[in-house]
């Protein structure tokens, strides 16, 4: 249902964009949330998009370097990640539902179903 790519290896500094290909889903009617794992530590919701109102939050970790959008007539859903820094380091996922401290307070939202994508991972050396 949701697929992510787009990552790879990047010098502290660099950008990448992620991407989520979304099938089974309107895009345009779902609340789509990147998350990120990295090595030792929880999941964590960094971002997340409200297909209904083209809404956008970000974790504070994240604010002002990542930037999430959405295009609906490819049902895919963006991450452009300016800025890296090596605690970016993580395996990256989209979902089909926004969850984690978001906009500077907790917030959960979903329409319907709860799907993940596999992850892609995100390297950042120093």
């Known amino acids: 249902q949701l697929q992510a790519s787009g990552g790879g290896r990047v010098q502290a500094g660099g950008s990448l964009r992620l991407s989520c290909a979304v099938s089974?889903?309107?895009?345009?009617?779902?609340?789509i949330g990147w998350f990120r794992q990295a090595p030792g530590k929880e999941r964590e919701g960094i971002s997340c998009?409200?297909?209904?109102?083209?809404?956008?939050r970000y974790a504070d970790s994240v604010l002002g370097r990542f930037t999430i959008s959405s295009d609906n007539s490819k049902n895919t859903v963006f991450l452009q990640m300016n800025g890296l820094k090596p605690e970016d380091t993580a395996v990256y996922y989209c979902?089909?539902?926004?969850?984690?401290?978001?906009?500077?307070?907790?917030?959960?939202?979903?329409?319907?179903?709860?799907?993940w994508g596999k992850g892609t991972l995100v390297t950042v050396s120093s």
């Open positions: 089974g889903l309107a895009t345009a009617h779902s609340a």
């Open positions: 998009i409200d297909g209904m109102d083209d809404s956008t």
């Open positions: 979902a089909s539902k926004c969850s984690g401290y978001l906009g500077g307070e907790y917030y959960s939202n979903y329409y319907g179903m709860n799907y």
